[in-house]
């Protein structure tokens, strides 16, 4: 049978916890052991005890504690009550039978003093004894301290609910701090709950579930898996190639279209363009966009406008998978500017390429672009000096600027373009 953390959490801190307190009937012998050496000693037996702002009276009957007489310099709280009536009895034991009055099981009383509410007497005996008064040299008075005497050798204060109850602050000076003991023994009481908790779960998770089969079960063979399948490779298409890829799809496009093809052999735009485009008479300046969740804004355009214009080109081509804004359309009217879009590329695409190719996938047209293309040297980004390949032997080869380390531009290689003599 399983018990529930919190329910053994409180058994071992029951458990363990330490019985500090005074009780009714105790043997003065062991009492005196539990406790040490009191603070003072009267003629007639009667010993005392004093901590903090407490004095504990004891006087025994026959050998065994007969009163106790709980004294504090300040009122005594419903705690500190609650802590001295669990300590004898525990509270359930005793009936409240008087304004002040409680009255145990088998008659002992305890009384709580009508001069101020700083004393707790509790007898035995059915009557009440009249308990000495505490001497005027040791007479507790509100809102001082007395020194002590002799150290106190250990602890008597009221048992209170897991020894946390909080105390009346005393007047002028900061509320005194609980024993450590106490504090330290209360956490090092939830360990073993909590690791026997931890073991509990490991060991469940550990146990594995059982069928148990009956007369009517039929158990059959494990069925073999047969051979695996490879998965079909899916056609690339204008969203499945990369933002590289798409370029050299356009560029191939007029390629076949008659048009001398220019493309740099480092991945990003050398000024702003991405291919160049030339026939007799005839400059074509080429950027393209693989934008598919983006649309081409006006900015992009009146940039590209200012490159052509620049470079002198006698015609611009914007090619974009994404969509033109209307600014973007209205700023190309009139000028020599073509935004082609998907569905001008689709178009382009389906007239161009040869019956069953597709043109998407670039592997399969790659070797000839090579040779009838005019593959060029990118520039550094930063200084616009021509670049030198670089072979690194951790990562592929680059592009680097022949000013390294002055500058450190640098541009990743199409090593689809590049022959193996280069690199």
């Known amino acids: 049978m399983r018990i529930p953390p919190p329910i053994l959490a409180a058994l071992l801190l029951l458990a363990f916890r330490p019985a500090s307190a005074a009780e009714l009937s105790e043997p003065r012998t062991t009492l005196l052991a539990k406790h040490g050496t009191p603070w003072r000693v009267d003629a007639d037996g009667a010993v005392y005890y004093r901590w903090d702002a407490w004095i504990l009276g004891i006087r025994f009957t026959d050998g065994v504690v007969g009163c106790l007489n709980y004294e504090k310099s300040t009122p005594l709280a419903a705690a500190d009550i609650f802590g001295v009536l669990t300590a004898n009895g525990g509270q359930t034991s005793w009936t409240k039978t008087g304004e002040r009055v409680w009255t145990r099981n088998d008659g002992a009383l305890a009384t709580l003093d009508q001069a101020g509410g700083r004393r707790l007497s509790l007898v035995s005996a059915p009557r009440p004894v009249q308990f000495p008064s505490t001497p005027a040299a040791v007479k507790v008075q509100a809102g001082t301290s007395l020194p002590l005497a002799t150290p106190t050798p250990g602890l008597i204060a009221p048992l209170k609910p897991f020894q946390s109850a909080p105390q ?10 609980p024993p450590k003991g106490h504090f330290w023994l209360m956490v090092l009481s939830w360990v073993p709950p909590l690791l026997l908790a931890m073991f509990g779960k490991y060991m469940l998770n550990r146990q594995t579930k059982l069928r148990v089969f009956g007369p009517s079960d039929v158990i059959y063979p494990t069925p073999t898996t047969g051979p ?15 933002w590289d890829q798409f370029e050299l799809v356009i560029a191939e496009l007029y390629r076949r279209q008659g048009y001398a093809v220019e493309v740099s052999s480092g991945l990003g735009a050398d000024g702003g363009i991405d291919i160049i485009l030339t026939k007799p008479g005839e400059l074509v300046l080429v950027q393209c966009k693989q934008w598919k969740a983006f649309k081409v804004n006006v900015k992009e355009v009146r940039a590209f406008f200012g490159v052509m214009v620049s470079e002198g080109a006698t015609r611009g081509l914007f090619v974009s998978s994404g969509v033109y804004t209307r600014d973007c359309r209205a700023f190309a009217e009139g000028k020599p500017i073509e935004l082609l879009g998907r569905a001008d590329i689709a178009r382009m695409t389906e007239v161009i390429r040869q019956p069953g190719e597709n043109l998407w996938d670039v ?12 593959i060029t040297t990118p520039v550094c980004p930063f200084c616009q000096t021509t670049m030198t390949l670089r072979n690194a032997r951790t990562e592929a080869p680059f592009w680097g600027c022949p000013k390294y380390p002055r500058c450190r531009g640098k541009r990743e290689a199409r090593l689809g373009l590049l022959s193996d003599c280069q690199y």
Do not use: L, M, Q
Request: charged share 20%; hydrophobic share 45%; no cysteine.
């Open 228 to 242: 695996a399948v490879e998965p079909v490779a899916t056609a690339a298409t204008i969203d499945s190639v990369s």
């Open 168 to 177: 009346t602050p005393h007047a002028g000076r900061p509320n005194p701090e």
């Open 363 to 374: 592997k399969a047209w790659i070797p000839a672009f090579k040779v009838a293309a005019r």
